[in-house]
């Protein structure tokens, strides 16, 4: 069965830190790369950051740029998204997805619309409060 699993996520006072962990069964990650988008309640889910099969680039949405830091394991077909300098806003269901390395050869992993992510995780919470 192929399926993504998130896992590390938390309850945490601002400022703190997490690591997410994103593990892949029944595929490699090699050829994937892959997304972490989040969904707070009442609000869309959106891409928070991506990075391509062989780790060639990462891109983050501006509000966790210098905050979060996404890597990638491929001989443990992991994905991590390390968190510092949490916020309250930060709350959220935290998920991760893998699309086609073949679909990133002429576009960047954040000009994809989330549908074209073939594999999706279940999500992991994630909750920044005092």
């Known amino acids: 069965q192929l399926q993504l699993v998130e896992s590390g996520g938390g309850l945490v006072q601002p400022g703190g830190s997490l690591r997410l962990s994103c593990a892949a069964s029944?595929?490699?990650?090699?050829?994937?790369?892959i997304g972490w988008f989040r969904q707070a309640p009442g609000k869309e889910r959106e891409g928070v950051s991506c990075?391509?099969?062989?780790?060639?680039?990462?891109v983050y949405i501006d509000s966790v740029k210098g905050r979060f830091t996404t890597s990638r394991d491929n001989a443990k077909n992991t994905v991590y998204l390390q968190m510092n300098g949490l916020k309250p806003e930060d709350t959220a269901v935290y998920f991760c997805?893998?699309?086609?390395?073949?679909?990133?050869?002429?576009?960047?992993?954040?000009?994809?619309?989330?549908?074209?992510?073939?594999?999706w995780g279940q999500g992991t919470q994630v909750t920044v409060s005092s």
């Open positions: 029944g595929f490699s990650m090699n050829h994937y790369g």
């Open positions: 997805a893998a699309v086609r390395g073949s679909l990133l050869l002429f576009r960047r992993c954040d000009q994809l619309s989330m549908n074209e992510y073939e594999y």
């Open positions: 990075i391509t099969s062989s780790s060639e680039y990462t």
